[in-house]
Protein backbone atom coordinates (compact mmCIF):
# COMPACT_ATOMS: atom_id res chain seq x y z
CA UNK A 1 0.00 0.00 0.00
CA UNK A 2 3.11 2.43 0.76
CA UNK A 3 4.45 1.20 -2.84
CA UNK A 4 1.22 2.62 -4.31
CA UNK A 5 0.82 5.61 -2.48
CA UNK A 6 4.55 6.58 -3.49
CA UNK A 7 3.84 6.10 -7.19
CA UNK A 8 0.58 8.30 -7.01
CA UNK A 9 2.43 10.92 -5.55
CA UNK A 10 5.78 10.74 -8.47
CA UNK A 11 2.60 10.57 -10.71
CA UNK A 12 1.13 13.99 -9.29
CA UNK A 13 4.00 15.69 -9.27
CA UNK A 14 5.23 14.86 -12.66
CA UNK A 15 1.57 16.45 -14.00
CA UNK A 16 2.49 19.15 -12.04
CA UNK A 17 5.74 19.81 -13.33
CA UNK A 18 4.35 19.46 -16.76
CA UNK A 19 1.71 22.10 -15.68
CA UNK A 20 4.48 24.85 -14.28
CA UNK A 21 5.96 23.98 -18.03
CA UNK A 22 3.38 25.43 -20.13
CA UNK A 23 4.19 28.85 -21.37
CA UNK A 24 1.98 31.94 -20.32
CA UNK A 25 1.13 34.67 -22.44
CA UNK A 26 -0.25 37.09 -19.82
CA UNK A 27 0.66 40.94 -20.08
CA UNK A 28 1.40 42.91 -17.53
CA UNK A 29 3.51 45.98 -16.53
CA UNK A 30 7.44 45.73 -15.76
CA UNK A 31 8.79 48.51 -14.00
CA UNK A 32 11.86 49.81 -16.07
CA UNK A 33 15.19 48.23 -15.16
CA UNK A 34 13.80 45.20 -14.14
CA UNK A 35 15.60 41.69 -15.68
CA UNK A 36 12.49 39.20 -16.59
CA UNK A 37 15.03 37.33 -18.73
CA UNK A 38 14.08 34.10 -16.53
CA UNK A 39 11.82 31.90 -17.50
CA UNK A 40 9.16 31.64 -14.74
CA UNK A 41 6.77 29.34 -15.33
CA UNK A 42 9.06 26.20 -15.56
CA UNK A 43 9.68 25.59 -12.01
CA UNK A 44 12.78 22.75 -11.18
CA UNK A 45 11.25 19.34 -11.02
CA UNK A 46 13.22 18.24 -8.32
CA UNK A 47 12.09 20.65 -6.06
CA UNK A 48 8.25 20.05 -6.98
CA UNK A 49 9.02 15.80 -6.02
CA UNK A 50 10.61 16.97 -2.76
CA UNK A 51 8.05 19.35 -1.83
CA UNK A 52 10.06 22.07 -1.37
CA UNK A 53 8.31 25.47 -1.95
CA UNK A 54 11.00 27.63 -3.68
CA UNK A 55 12.58 31.07 -4.71
CA UNK A 56 11.83 30.74 -8.40
CA UNK A 57 13.90 33.50 -9.39
CA UNK A 58 15.83 36.86 -7.17
CA UNK A 59 17.37 39.65 -8.71
CA UNK A 60 18.65 43.11 -7.05
CA UNK A 61 20.61 45.80 -8.94
CA UNK A 62 22.40 48.57 -7.07
CA UNK A 63 22.70 51.19 -10.00
CA UNK A 64 25.24 54.23 -8.21
CA UNK A 65 24.45 57.70 -10.13
CA UNK A 66 26.87 60.00 -7.70
CA UNK A 67 28.93 59.38 -4.77
CA UNK A 68 26.15 59.86 -2.81
CA UNK A 69 23.15 58.44 -4.79
CA UNK A 70 21.79 55.49 -5.85
CA UNK A 71 18.47 53.62 -7.11
CA UNK A 72 17.98 49.83 -6.20
CA UNK A 73 15.67 47.74 -8.16
CA UNK A 74 14.09 44.35 -6.74
CA UNK A 75 12.38 41.36 -8.64
CA UNK A 76 11.43 38.25 -6.67
CA UNK A 77 9.12 35.13 -7.79
CA UNK A 78 8.71 32.41 -5.53
CA UNK A 79 6.11 29.21 -6.22
CA UNK A 80 4.15 27.66 -2.82
CA UNK A 81 3.59 24.12 -2.89
CA UNK A 82 1.98 23.93 0.13
CA UNK A 83 -0.23 26.18 3.25
CA UNK A 84 3.05 25.60 5.67
CA UNK A 85 5.10 27.25 2.52
CA UNK A 86 3.01 30.05 2.74
CA UNK A 87 4.92 32.74 4.53
CA UNK A 88 7.29 32.47 1.48
CA UNK A 89 4.98 34.47 -0.22
CA UNK A 90 5.36 37.54 1.85
CA UNK A 91 7.82 40.68 1.05
CA UNK A 92 8.54 43.63 3.81
CA UNK A 93 10.46 46.22 2.23
CA UNK A 94 12.21 48.76 4.67
CA UNK A 95 12.63 52.34 3.79
CA UNK A 96 13.35 55.70 5.67
CA UNK A 97 14.20 59.41 5.05
CA UNK A 98 17.68 58.09 3.00
CA UNK A 99 15.77 55.56 0.82
CA UNK A 100 12.54 56.74 -0.85
CA UNK A 101 10.11 54.00 -1.89
CA UNK A 102 9.53 54.90 -5.49
CA UNK A 103 7.58 51.53 -6.55
CA UNK A 104 5.72 48.41 -4.78
CA UNK A 105 4.20 45.89 -7.29
CA UNK A 106 3.15 42.40 -6.90
CA UNK A 107 0.93 39.59 -9.13
CA UNK A 108 -0.37 36.07 -8.69
CA UNK A 109 0.01 33.33 -10.94
CA UNK A 110 -2.60 29.93 -10.92
CA UNK A 111 -0.76 26.68 -11.17
CA UNK A 112 -1.11 26.97 -15.19
CA UNK A 113 0.72 30.11 -15.24
CA UNK A 114 -2.10 32.60 -15.96
CA UNK A 115 -2.03 35.88 -13.98
CA UNK A 116 -5.07 35.84 -11.65
CA UNK A 117 -4.38 39.11 -9.71
CA UNK A 118 -2.79 42.55 -9.61
CA UNK A 119 -1.98 43.80 -6.11
CA UNK A 120 -3.58 46.99 -5.19
CA UNK A 121 -2.93 49.61 -2.57
CA UNK A 122 -5.53 47.56 0.04
CA UNK A 123 -3.38 44.49 -0.38
CA UNK A 124 -0.50 46.08 1.91
CA UNK A 125 0.26 47.56 5.05
CA UNK A 126 2.58 50.57 6.15
CA UNK A 127 4.17 51.12 9.33
CA UNK A 128 6.58 52.14 11.18
CA UNK A 129 9.19 50.17 11.86
CA UNK A 130 10.33 51.51 15.14
CA UNK A 131 10.46 49.83 18.42
CA UNK A 132 8.70 50.63 21.53
CA UNK A 133 11.79 52.60 22.93
CA UNK A 134 11.96 54.80 20.05
CA UNK A 135 10.64 58.59 20.72
CA UNK A 136 11.75 60.32 16.94
CA UNK A 137 12.62 57.75 13.64
CA UNK A 138 11.39 57.74 10.16
CA UNK A 139 12.04 54.21 9.45
CA UNK A 140 8.96 52.04 8.24
CA UNK A 141 7.78 49.14 6.74
CA UNK A 142 5.61 48.32 3.80
CA UNK A 143 4.57 44.38 4.09
CA UNK A 144 2.28 42.52 1.65
CA UNK A 145 0.81 38.87 1.84
CA UNK A 146 -0.15 37.38 -1.49
CA UNK A 147 -1.97 34.38 -2.25
CA UNK A 148 -3.31 32.65 -4.57
CA UNK A 149 -6.79 30.73 -4.83
CA UNK A 150 -4.95 27.12 -4.55
CA UNK A 151 -1.85 25.20 -4.85
CA UNK A 152 1.02 25.51 -6.56
CA UNK A 153 0.41 29.66 -6.74
CA UNK A 154 3.21 31.81 -8.11
CA UNK A 155 3.75 35.16 -6.61
CA UNK A 156 5.89 37.74 -8.47
CA UNK A 157 7.11 41.23 -6.47
CA UNK A 158 9.07 44.21 -7.40
CA UNK A 159 9.98 47.49 -5.84
CA UNK A 160 12.23 50.22 -6.21
CA UNK A 161 13.92 52.17 -4.00
CA UNK A 162 15.87 55.67 -4.15
CA UNK A 163 19.32 56.06 -1.96
CA UNK A 164 20.23 59.46 -1.04
CA UNK A 165 23.45 59.00 0.95
CA UNK A 166 24.92 55.18 0.49
CA UNK A 167 27.23 54.72 3.39
CA UNK A 168 25.47 50.98 3.12
CA UNK A 169 26.46 49.12 -0.42
CA UNK A 170 24.10 46.10 -0.40
CA UNK A 171 25.53 42.93 1.74
CA UNK A 172 24.05 40.26 -0.59
CA UNK A 173 22.23 37.01 0.54
CA UNK A 174 20.87 35.28 -2.24
CA UNK A 175 19.10 32.65 -0.23
CA UNK A 176 17.28 34.70 2.47
CA UNK A 177 15.16 31.49 4.00
CA UNK A 178 15.47 27.65 3.73
CA UNK A 179 13.69 27.57 0.66
CA UNK A 180 15.90 26.34 -2.67
CA UNK A 181 16.64 29.50 -4.71
CA UNK A 182 16.49 28.29 -8.00
CA UNK A 183 18.37 31.40 -9.84
CA UNK A 184 19.71 34.68 -7.80
CA UNK A 185 21.80 37.40 -9.35
CA UNK A 186 23.44 40.64 -8.02
CA UNK A 187 24.07 43.49 -10.42
CA UNK A 188 26.00 46.56 -9.14
CA UNK A 189 26.66 49.51 -11.42
CA UNK A 190 28.35 52.65 -10.53
CA UNK A 191 30.20 55.47 -12.70
CA UNK A 192 33.25 54.28 -14.59
CA UNK A 193 36.07 55.25 -12.16
CA UNK A 194 34.01 54.47 -9.36
CA UNK A 195 36.20 51.69 -7.22
CA UNK A 196 34.22 48.55 -6.31
CA UNK A 197 35.37 46.06 -3.41
CA UNK A 198 33.88 43.00 -3.31
CA UNK A 199 34.34 39.64 -1.20
CA UNK A 200 32.43 36.45 -1.93
CA UNK A 201 32.00 33.91 1.78
CA UNK A 202 30.82 30.41 0.73
CA UNK A 203 31.02 30.18 -2.86
CA UNK A 204 34.07 30.73 -5.45
CA UNK A 205 32.09 32.85 -7.54
CA UNK A 206 33.86 35.70 -9.34
CA UNK A 207 31.04 38.54 -10.86
CA UNK A 208 31.46 39.15 -14.83
CA UNK A 209 32.37 42.65 -15.25
CA UNK A 210 31.11 45.10 -18.03
CA UNK A 211 33.12 47.70 -18.97
CA UNK A 212 31.71 51.48 -20.58
CA UNK A 213 30.41 54.73 -19.50
CA UNK A 214 29.38 52.76 -16.51
CA UNK A 215 31.15 49.56 -15.18
CA UNK A 216 29.11 46.61 -14.26
CA UNK A 217 29.67 43.76 -12.03
CA UNK A 218 26.84 40.82 -11.74
CA UNK A 219 26.89 37.57 -9.78
CA UNK A 220 24.74 34.90 -11.33
CA UNK A 221 23.99 31.98 -9.10
CA UNK A 222 21.67 28.78 -9.84
CA UNK A 223 20.53 25.85 -8.36
CA UNK A 224 20.71 26.72 -4.68
CA UNK A 225 19.44 23.58 -2.56
CA UNK A 226 17.31 23.83 0.12
CA UNK A 227 19.00 24.93 3.51
CA UNK A 228 19.80 22.41 5.81
CA UNK A 229 21.43 24.28 9.25
CA UNK A 230 24.13 22.44 11.10
CA UNK A 231 23.02 21.46 13.92
CA UNK A 232 24.35 23.30 16.80
CA UNK A 233 25.94 25.44 14.51
CA UNK A 234 26.47 29.37 14.21
CA UNK A 235 23.86 31.32 12.91
CA UNK A 236 21.95 30.67 9.19
CA UNK A 237 23.77 33.76 7.73
CA UNK A 238 26.90 32.71 9.33
CA UNK A 239 26.36 29.22 7.09
CA UNK A 240 25.00 30.88 3.46
CA UNK A 241 26.61 32.59 0.58
CA UNK A 242 27.55 36.41 1.12
CA UNK A 243 28.72 38.83 -1.21
CA UNK A 244 29.98 42.13 0.42
CA UNK A 245 30.36 44.76 -1.81
CA UNK A 246 31.42 48.65 -1.16
CA UNK A 247 33.25 51.67 -2.63
CA UNK A 248 35.94 53.77 -1.10
CA UNK A 249 33.96 57.14 -1.37
CA UNK A 250 30.81 58.11 -0.48
CA UNK A 251 28.40 61.06 1.15
CA UNK A 252 25.73 60.56 3.86
CA UNK A 253 23.59 64.45 3.58
CA UNK A 254 26.60 66.19 2.57
CA UNK A 255 29.27 64.81 4.67
CA UNK A 256 31.28 62.61 2.49
CA UNK A 257 33.79 59.79 3.81
CA UNK A 258 36.09 56.93 2.98
CA UNK A 259 35.79 53.66 3.85
CA UNK A 260 38.37 52.25 1.62
CA UNK A 261 40.27 51.39 5.34
CA UNK A 262 38.80 51.44 8.49
CA UNK A 263 41.06 53.99 9.89
CA UNK A 264 38.92 56.62 7.20
CA UNK A 265 35.87 55.34 8.31
CA UNK A 266 36.73 55.33 11.35
CA UNK A 267 37.96 59.21 10.80
CA UNK A 268 34.91 60.23 9.25
CA UNK A 269 32.43 58.91 12.20
CA UNK A 270 34.77 60.76 14.90
CA UNK A 271 34.26 63.91 12.65
CA UNK A 272 30.62 63.86 12.96
CA UNK A 273 31.15 63.84 16.92
CA UNK A 274 33.34 66.77 16.83
CA UNK A 275 32.11 69.71 19.30
CA UNK A 276 29.19 67.78 20.54
CA UNK A 277 31.25 66.43 23.88
CA UNK A 278 30.80 69.89 26.03
CA UNK A 279 28.58 69.94 29.29
CA UNK A 280 27.27 72.48 31.39
CA UNK A 281 30.22 73.99 33.88
CA UNK A 282 27.00 72.93 36.88
CA UNK A 283 27.50 69.16 35.26
CA UNK A 284 31.15 69.03 35.31
CA UNK A 285 31.39 70.68 38.72
CA UNK A 286 29.43 67.72 40.20
CA UNK A 287 30.91 64.77 38.35
CA UNK A 288 34.09 66.53 39.44
CA UNK A 289 32.90 65.91 43.33
CA UNK A 290 31.73 62.97 42.80
CA UNK A 291 35.01 61.38 41.36
CA UNK A 292 36.49 63.46 44.22
CA UNK A 293 38.95 60.74 46.04
CA UNK A 294 39.05 58.22 43.83
CA UNK A 295 42.51 56.57 43.45
CA UNK A 296 42.16 55.01 40.14
CA UNK A 297 40.95 56.09 36.11
CA UNK A 298 38.51 52.81 36.88
CA UNK A 299 37.03 54.03 40.17
CA UNK A 300 36.28 57.16 38.57
CA UNK A 301 34.52 55.51 35.46
CA UNK A 302 32.62 53.11 37.82
CA UNK A 303 31.47 56.08 39.99
CA UNK A 304 30.51 57.95 37.04
CA UNK A 305 28.80 54.99 34.84
CA UNK A 306 26.54 54.76 38.24
CA UNK A 307 25.41 58.15 37.80
CA UNK A 308 24.58 57.09 34.15
CA UNK A 309 22.46 54.42 34.96
CA UNK A 310 20.75 56.81 37.86
CA UNK A 311 19.63 59.71 35.34
CA UNK A 312 19.74 58.38 32.04
CA UNK A 313 17.34 55.82 30.49
CA UNK A 314 17.51 54.46 26.80
CA UNK A 315 15.15 55.85 23.94
CA UNK A 316 16.09 55.38 20.33
CA UNK A 317 16.30 58.96 18.55
CA UNK A 318 17.38 58.07 15.13
CA UNK A 319 17.56 61.56 13.46
CA UNK A 320 20.71 63.06 12.42
CA UNK A 321 22.58 62.63 9.17
CA UNK A 322 21.22 59.67 8.63
CA UNK A 323 21.15 58.33 12.16
CA UNK A 324 24.81 58.35 12.33
CA UNK A 325 25.17 61.35 13.80
CA UNK A 326 25.16 61.39 17.90
CA UNK A 327 22.66 63.88 19.73
CA UNK A 328 24.93 66.48 22.08
CA UNK A 329 26.43 65.33 25.39
CA UNK A 330 24.42 68.55 26.70
CA UNK A 331 21.10 67.19 25.09
CA UNK A 332 21.23 64.31 27.34
CA UNK A 333 22.42 66.10 30.01
CA UNK A 334 19.43 68.18 29.90
CA UNK A 335 16.65 65.61 29.04
CA UNK A 336 18.12 62.19 30.86
CA UNK A 337 17.47 59.91 27.47
CA UNK A 338 19.14 59.37 24.32
CA UNK A 339 20.18 56.21 21.94
CA UNK A 340 23.28 54.07 22.08
CA UNK A 341 25.25 56.80 20.16
CA UNK A 342 24.24 59.76 22.49
CA UNK A 343 24.24 57.31 26.01
CA UNK A 344 27.76 56.26 24.93
CA UNK A 345 28.91 59.89 23.99
CA UNK A 346 27.43 61.40 26.91
CA UNK A 347 29.66 58.93 29.13
CA UNK A 348 32.70 59.61 26.93
CA UNK A 349 32.26 63.39 28.06
CA UNK A 350 31.72 62.96 30.98
CA UNK A 351 35.13 61.08 31.70
CA UNK A 352 36.49 63.45 29.60
CA UNK A 353 35.65 65.99 32.18
CA UNK A 354 37.34 64.28 34.85
CA UNK A 355 40.30 63.63 32.82
CA UNK A 356 39.87 59.82 31.93
CA UNK A 357 40.50 58.31 28.45
CA UNK A 358 37.94 57.09 27.00
CA UNK A 359 36.70 56.14 22.80
CA UNK A 360 33.17 55.11 21.16
CA UNK A 361 33.32 51.94 19.64
CA UNK A 362 30.86 50.65 16.35
CA UNK A 363 29.96 47.17 16.94
CA UNK A 364 27.55 44.50 15.81
CA UNK A 365 25.05 43.91 18.32
CA UNK A 366 23.10 40.48 18.94
CA UNK A 367 23.20 36.81 18.54
CA UNK A 368 23.84 34.23 15.66
CA UNK A 369 23.97 37.46 13.54
CA UNK A 370 26.87 37.98 10.80
CA UNK A 371 30.64 38.34 12.10
CA UNK A 372 31.93 41.71 11.03
CA UNK A 373 34.52 40.92 8.80
CA UNK A 374 38.02 42.40 9.54
CA UNK A 375 39.06 42.10 5.87
CA UNK A 376 36.46 44.41 4.54
CA UNK A 377 35.74 47.89 5.52
CA UNK A 378 32.64 48.86 5.09
CA UNK A 379 29.89 49.66 7.35
CA UNK A 380 29.03 46.44 9.11
CA UNK A 381 27.43 47.90 12.30
CA UNK A 382 24.33 48.64 14.04
CA UNK A 383 25.09 49.71 17.78
CA UNK A 384 28.00 52.03 19.90
CA UNK A 385 29.74 51.29 23.28
CA UNK A 386 32.55 52.46 25.03
CA UNK A 387 35.82 51.06 24.76
CA UNK A 388 38.44 52.48 28.03
CA UNK A 389 42.22 51.22 27.78
CA UNK A 390 42.99 51.35 31.11
CA UNK A 391 46.70 51.69 30.72
CA UNK A 392 48.85 47.95 31.20
CA UNK A 393 46.01 46.14 32.71
CA UNK A 394 42.65 44.74 30.47
CA UNK A 395 40.61 47.50 28.45
CA UNK A 396 37.05 48.07 29.87
CA UNK A 397 34.12 47.63 27.99
CA UNK A 398 30.75 50.12 28.58
CA UNK A 399 27.44 49.27 27.51
CA UNK A 400 25.32 52.68 28.28
CA UNK A 401 22.13 52.34 27.34
CA UNK A 402 20.95 49.61 30.31
CA UNK A 403 20.13 51.09 34.10
CA UNK A 404 21.06 47.45 35.49
CA UNK A 405 23.87 46.20 33.54
CA UNK A 406 27.28 45.68 35.66
CA UNK A 407 30.08 48.23 35.27
CA UNK A 408 32.31 46.57 32.60
CA UNK A 409 29.82 43.62 31.70
CA UNK A 410 28.91 43.96 27.64
CA UNK A 411 26.89 40.68 28.28
CA UNK A 412 26.85 38.05 25.46
CA UNK A 413 25.41 39.81 22.60
CA UNK A 414 28.91 42.00 22.26
CA UNK A 415 31.26 39.77 23.54
CA UNK A 416 34.25 37.97 21.36
CA UNK A 417 33.75 40.63 18.28
CA UNK A 418 35.88 42.96 16.36
CA UNK A 419 34.61 46.60 17.39
CA UNK A 420 35.67 49.96 15.90
CA UNK A 421 37.49 51.73 18.21
CA UNK A 422 36.92 55.35 17.06
CA UNK A 423 40.35 57.53 18.14
CA UNK A 424 41.68 60.66 17.24
CA UNK A 425 43.71 59.54 14.41
CA UNK A 426 41.03 57.01 13.25
CA UNK A 427 39.22 53.62 13.11
CA UNK A 428 40.86 50.51 14.81
CA UNK A 429 39.67 47.01 15.21
CA UNK A 430 39.84 46.01 18.41
CA UNK A 431 38.06 42.73 19.46
CA UNK A 432 35.88 42.79 22.56
CA UNK A 433 36.62 39.99 25.65
CA UNK A 434 35.21 36.49 25.40
CA UNK A 435 33.70 36.00 28.69
CA UNK A 436 35.12 32.36 30.36
CA UNK A 437 32.91 29.82 32.39
CA UNK A 438 33.97 31.27 35.80
CA UNK A 439 32.53 34.24 34.68
CA UNK A 440 29.12 32.85 33.71
CA UNK A 441 27.92 30.74 36.97
CA UNK A 442 24.32 29.11 38.04
CA UNK A 443 25.02 28.43 41.97
CA UNK A 444 21.54 26.51 43.02
CA UNK A 445 21.66 24.74 46.36
CA UNK A 446 18.38 23.38 48.19
CA UNK A 447 16.66 21.27 50.82
CA UNK A 448 14.72 18.81 49.27
CA UNK A 449 11.63 16.87 51.69
CA UNK A 450 10.34 13.93 50.32
CA UNK A 451 7.17 12.68 51.23
CA UNK A 452 5.66 9.16 51.06
CA UNK A 453 3.55 10.11 47.66
CA UNK A 454 6.99 10.58 46.09
CA UNK A 455 6.21 14.66 46.10
CA UNK A 456 8.85 17.32 47.59
CA UNK A 457 8.85 20.32 49.33
CA UNK A 458 12.33 22.93 48.33
CA UNK A 459 13.51 25.10 49.40
CA UNK A 460 16.18 26.47 46.78
CA UNK A 461 18.37 29.71 46.65
CA UNK A 462 20.05 30.38 43.44
CA UNK A 463 22.79 32.76 42.48
CA UNK A 464 23.85 34.23 38.96
CA UNK A 465 26.46 36.06 37.38
CA UNK A 466 27.94 37.28 34.28
CA UNK A 467 25.88 36.23 31.06
CA UNK A 468 23.88 34.18 33.63
CA UNK A 469 22.27 37.22 35.40
CA UNK A 470 21.59 38.59 31.72
CA UNK A 471 19.36 35.53 31.46
CA UNK A 472 17.36 35.65 34.46
CA UNK A 473 17.07 39.66 34.50
CA UNK A 474 15.96 40.33 31.09
CA UNK A 475 12.16 38.26 31.36
CA UNK A 476 12.15 39.39 35.32
CA UNK A 477 13.48 43.08 34.76
CA UNK A 478 10.11 44.38 33.93
CA UNK A 479 7.69 41.88 34.45
CA UNK A 480 4.80 41.89 37.12
CA UNK A 481 4.69 39.83 40.52
CA UNK A 482 2.98 37.61 38.47
CA UNK A 483 4.93 37.59 35.74
CA UNK A 484 7.88 36.80 37.91
CA UNK A 485 6.15 33.58 39.52
CA UNK A 486 4.94 32.17 36.00
CA UNK A 487 8.78 32.28 34.77
CA UNK A 488 10.35 30.48 37.95
CA UNK A 489 7.48 28.07 37.49
CA UNK A 490 8.82 27.52 34.08
CA UNK A 491 12.61 27.70 34.84
CA UNK A 492 12.28 25.51 37.93
CA UNK A 493 10.32 22.95 35.93
CA UNK A 494 7.93 23.07 38.68
CA UNK A 495 4.93 21.67 36.44
CA UNK A 496 2.04 20.44 37.68
CA UNK A 497 3.62 21.22 41.50
CA UNK A 498 2.80 24.74 43.56
CA UNK A 499 5.21 27.94 43.74
CA UNK A 500 4.38 28.63 47.59
CA UNK A 501 6.78 31.78 48.29
CA UNK A 502 9.25 33.69 45.75
CA UNK A 503 11.79 36.76 46.87
CA UNK A 504 14.43 38.07 44.31
CA UNK A 505 17.70 39.93 45.21
CA UNK A 506 19.32 42.69 42.61
CA UNK A 507 16.97 42.12 39.67
CA UNK A 508 16.55 45.91 39.12
CA UNK A 509 20.22 47.01 40.58
CA UNK A 510 23.22 47.05 38.60
CA UNK A 511 25.32 44.42 41.16
CA UNK A 512 28.03 41.47 39.99
CA UNK A 513 24.96 38.90 40.20
CA UNK A 514 21.17 38.44 41.40
CA UNK A 515 19.78 35.88 43.52
CA UNK A 516 16.38 34.53 44.28
CA UNK A 517 14.81 32.25 46.73
CA UNK A 518 11.99 29.98 46.22
CA UNK A 519 9.91 27.37 47.68
CA UNK A 520 7.50 25.23 45.99
CA UNK A 521 6.39 22.10 45.66
CA UNK A 522 7.59 19.45 43.12
CA UNK A 523 5.48 16.71 41.94
CA UNK A 524 6.68 12.80 41.47
CA UNK A 525 10.16 13.72 42.26
CA UNK A 526 9.85 10.04 43.67
CA UNK A 527 8.09 7.26 42.07
CA UNK A 528 6.82 4.92 43.89
CA UNK A 529 7.13 1.04 42.84
CA UNK A 530 5.86 -1.44 45.62
CA UNK A 531 7.92 -0.59 48.77
CA UNK A 532 10.55 0.83 46.69
CA UNK A 533 10.48 4.56 45.79
CA UNK A 534 13.11 5.40 42.86
CA UNK A 535 13.77 9.04 43.02
CA UNK A 536 15.06 11.45 40.27
CA UNK A 537 17.65 14.34 41.69
CA UNK A 538 17.66 16.38 38.45
CA UNK A 539 14.15 16.99 38.64
CA UNK A 540 15.33 20.69 38.73
CA UNK A 541 17.17 20.94 35.33
CA UNK A 542 17.76 17.40 33.21
CA UNK A 543 20.16 18.10 29.78
CA UNK A 544 18.41 16.02 27.30
CA UNK A 545 19.08 16.91 24.16
CA UNK A 546 22.30 15.31 21.73
CA UNK A 547 23.24 16.72 18.38
CA UNK A 548 22.47 14.67 15.65
CA UNK A 549 25.07 12.19 13.95
CA UNK A 550 26.41 14.56 10.71
CA UNK A 551 28.09 12.41 7.96
CA UNK A 552 30.75 15.80 7.43
CA UNK A 553 30.59 18.64 9.69
CA UNK A 554 31.97 21.87 8.48
CA UNK A 555 30.48 24.08 11.37
CA UNK A 556 32.09 24.95 14.54
CA UNK A 557 29.48 23.59 17.63
CA UNK A 558 28.67 27.56 19.16
CA UNK A 559 26.77 28.13 22.46
CA UNK A 560 25.27 31.57 23.61
CA UNK A 561 28.89 31.68 25.87
CA UNK A 562 30.57 29.33 28.06
CA UNK A 563 28.94 29.01 31.37
CA UNK A 564 29.11 26.65 34.42
CA UNK A 565 26.43 25.09 36.63
CA UNK A 566 26.60 23.57 39.67
CA UNK A 567 23.81 22.24 41.93
CA UNK A 568 24.19 21.23 45.70
CA UNK A 569 21.20 19.58 47.03
CA UNK A 570 20.03 17.55 50.04
CA UNK A 571 17.71 14.97 50.12
CA UNK A 572 15.46 14.26 53.50
CA UNK A 573 14.02 10.87 53.21
CA UNK A 574 10.28 10.01 54.02
CA UNK A 575 9.11 8.62 56.95
CA UNK A 576 9.71 5.03 57.19
CA UNK A 577 12.52 4.86 54.05
CA UNK A 578 16.12 4.22 53.78
CA UNK A 579 18.88 4.11 50.99
CA UNK A 580 18.54 0.79 49.10
CA UNK A 581 20.68 1.84 46.31
CA UNK A 582 22.74 5.11 45.17
CA UNK A 583 24.36 5.68 41.65
CA UNK A 584 28.03 5.35 41.25
CA UNK A 585 30.23 8.77 40.72
CA UNK A 586 30.39 10.26 37.38
CA UNK A 587 32.97 12.33 36.06
CA UNK A 588 33.54 12.99 32.27
CA UNK A 589 36.11 15.39 31.33
CA UNK A 590 37.05 17.19 27.58
CA UNK A 591 39.24 19.96 26.84
CA UNK A 592 35.99 21.95 25.70
CA UNK A 593 33.56 20.86 28.50
CA UNK A 594 33.54 18.77 32.05
CA UNK A 595 30.38 17.21 34.01
CA UNK A 596 30.03 15.72 37.11
CA UNK A 597 27.59 13.81 39.23
CA UNK A 598 27.74 12.36 42.65
CA UNK A 599 25.30 11.57 45.73
CA UNK A 600 26.48 10.38 48.99
CA UNK A 601 25.00 9.21 52.08
CA UNK A 602 25.16 12.10 54.90
CA UNK A 603 24.85 10.98 58.76
CA UNK A 604 21.45 11.47 59.22
CA UNK A 605 20.89 9.59 56.46
CA UNK A 606 20.00 11.83 54.02
CA UNK A 607 21.59 12.35 50.69
CA UNK A 608 23.37 14.53 49.61
CA UNK A 609 23.54 14.84 45.59
CA UNK A 610 25.78 16.78 44.06
CA UNK A 611 25.74 17.62 39.73
CA UNK A 612 27.82 20.47 37.84
CA UNK A 613 28.28 20.69 33.95
CA UNK A 614 30.97 23.46 32.38
CA UNK A 615 31.05 24.58 28.69
CA UNK A 616 34.43 25.80 28.67
CA UNK A 617 34.39 27.13 25.26
CA UNK A 618 31.47 28.88 23.26
CA UNK A 619 32.74 27.78 20.29
CA UNK A 620 34.15 24.48 19.19
CA UNK A 621 35.50 23.26 16.27
CA UNK A 622 33.66 21.75 13.88
CA UNK A 623 36.32 18.44 13.79
CA UNK A 624 35.12 18.11 17.64
CA UNK A 625 31.36 17.89 16.51
CA UNK A 626 31.75 13.59 17.28
CA UNK A 627 33.58 14.42 20.46
CA UNK A 628 30.81 16.84 21.44
CA UNK A 629 28.27 14.62 20.76
CA UNK A 630 29.69 11.64 22.36
CA UNK A 631 30.14 14.16 25.61
CA UNK A 632 26.35 14.93 25.24
CA UNK A 633 25.18 11.54 24.79
CA UNK A 634 27.32 10.35 28.05
CA UNK A 635 25.61 13.32 30.01
CA UNK A 636 21.96 12.46 28.94
CA UNK A 637 22.85 8.55 30.25
CA UNK A 638 23.70 10.61 33.32
CA UNK A 639 20.95 12.69 33.77
CA UNK A 640 18.51 9.65 33.97
CA UNK A 641 20.55 8.27 37.24
CA UNK A 642 17.99 7.46 39.85
CA UNK A 643 18.58 6.67 43.68
CA UNK A 644 16.30 4.06 45.46
CA UNK A 645 14.90 4.71 48.60
CA UNK A 646 13.08 1.45 50.19
CA UNK A 647 10.26 0.87 52.91
CA UNK A 648 11.56 0.18 56.54
Known amino acids: MKVIDLSLRIVAMLVLCALLDRPSHAQFYIPQGVDETFPITQMDPVNVVLGHSSVRYSYREFEVTDVGRARERVHVVVTVLSKEDEELADMQVFYDGLRDLKSFKGRVRDPLGKVTYEMHKDDWRDFSAISDYTLYEDSRVRFAQLRGDSYPFTVEYWYELNHKGIANWPIWYPQTSVAPVERAILTIKAPSGTPVRHLALGTDIEPTVTNGKDVQYTWDLEGIPYFDREPWGPGSFDQKISVYTATSLFEVEGTEGDMSSWQTFGQWYGRLSEGRDELPPATVAELQSIVKGADTDIEKARRLYRRLQEKTRYVNVNLGIGGWQTYPAIYVDERGYGDCKALTNYMY ?300
Open 349 to 648: SMLKAVGVEAYPALIRNGGYIPPVLDQFPCNQFNHVILYLPNGDSEPIWLECTSQTIPFGHISASNEDRPALVIKPTGGELIRTPKSGSDANRQIRTAIVQLDGAGDATVDLSAAYTGNQQDRVRGPLISASGKEREEWVHEELEIGSGELISLETRGVESNLDSLSLEARFVSKRVGKRNGKRMFVRPTFLEQWASIPPEVEKRTQPVVFDYAFADDDSLVFRLPMDYEIEVLPDPISIDKPFARYRLAATKLDDGSVAFRRSLEIRDSRIAAEAYDDVRGFFQQVVRAERNQFVLVSK
